[in-house]
């Protein structure tokens, strides 16, 4: 607050209102971007502001509500929109992205083109945890890899991943 207040009060820099959070670069008024600060008084400078940001991946569903409701408990995520013809859950319901669910009218026939991997703290427990939901195990693949290929209750395919790197479960001293 105190490199703030100094940087305002600077005379070659008046007209500053805050410092970028992202670049930390001085932020004139005229180009400060007025979104969320938590509180605070910093904000992000127009070079810095997104122009995209990812909302929700879209899931073909027969039925969207049911396969939205085995996807929320499966990540204990939060129902933030039940409609006939979307259902969408989220971490929290401000937070993106998130799974939209939408009905279709045919069975998936094909691979996924796209599927979602997730990475536990307990590979085994959570492959269990899933199975115990409703997930099945896909035979796809070599079986000698360190992910595991289940289905949600539709046949979506998704991966369970194991370690991130092996080396650090090894090495005692960081």
């Not at 992205?97 to 085994?124: M, S």
């Amino acid at each position: 607050m105190a490199a703030v207040r100094e940087i305002q009060q600077h005379p070659k820099l008046s007209g500053l209102v805050s410092i970028c959070d992202h670049c930390w670069s001085p932020v004139r008024l005229a180009s400060y971007w007025a979104g969320p600060t938590n509180g605070g008084t910093r904000g992000i400078c127009n070079c810095c502001v997104v122009v995209l940001s990812w909302e929700q991946v879209v899931i073909d569903a027969r039925d969207p509500r049911a396969l939205g409701y085995w996807w929320a408990r499966a990540l204990d995520w939060s129902v933030t929109l039940e409609e006939d013809d979307e259902f969408e859950i989220r971490p929290a319901a401000d937070v993106t992205p998130g799974l939209l669910f939408v009905p279709v009218a045919d069975d998936r026939v094909v691979k996924n083109r796209l599927h979602l991997d997730f990475r536990p703290d307990d590979q085994a427990a959570e492959v269990q945890r899933l199975l115990d939901l409703g997930a099945v195990r896909a035979d796809v693949g070599p079986s000698d890899v360190s992910w595991v290929v289940l289905r949600d209750p539709e046949g979506n395919e998704f991966c369970v991943l194991g370690i991130e790197n092996p080396l650090i479960l090894e090495t005692e001293d960081f």
